[in-house]
């Protein structure tokens, strides 16, 4: 998971305005959406469990959890700001067929022949 220079600004700033050092982005991958899986993101000052993976970049970290992993191994975390909205987002994520317009849901690549792992 590659977390970009916009994601740890984002994450710096909400901890700095938090006065919690220890906040941390979480990303977890749940089913439904309009595309079958959706994207949660949340921040968080929880110690990190024994079977998350962590990502730092700039002193920001974010958190996966193992099962949310698998759906998004090799994706990019950024945070995006546009006109209608501001948000943290996975993109360039090699485990997605397809997502919906906003971006928030995914469709997994090979489904029938992953859901048996998941």
């Keep these: 998971v590659i977390v970009t220079k916009a994601c740890a600004r984002r994450i710096n700033a909400l901890k700095a305005a938090d006065h919690n050092s220890n906040l941390k982005l979480r990303i977890a991958v749940d089913s439904g959406g309009c595309s079958g899986f959706q994207y949660a993101f949340s921040m968080e000052d929880a110690a990190v469990e024994e079977d998350d993976k962590v990502f730092s970049r700039d ?5 996966v959890d193992e099962a949310s992993m698998d759906f998004l ?3 990019t975390i950024d945070f995006e700001q546009e006109l209608i909205r501001s948000a943290f987002a996975v993109i360039n994520n090699p485990q997605s067929e397809t997502a919906c317009g906003c971006g928030s849901s995914f469709a997994l690549k090979n489904f029938s022949e992953n859901s048996t792992a998941h």
């Design 59 to 63: 002193g920001a970290a974010v958190v």
């Design 73 to 75: 191994r090799g994706s």
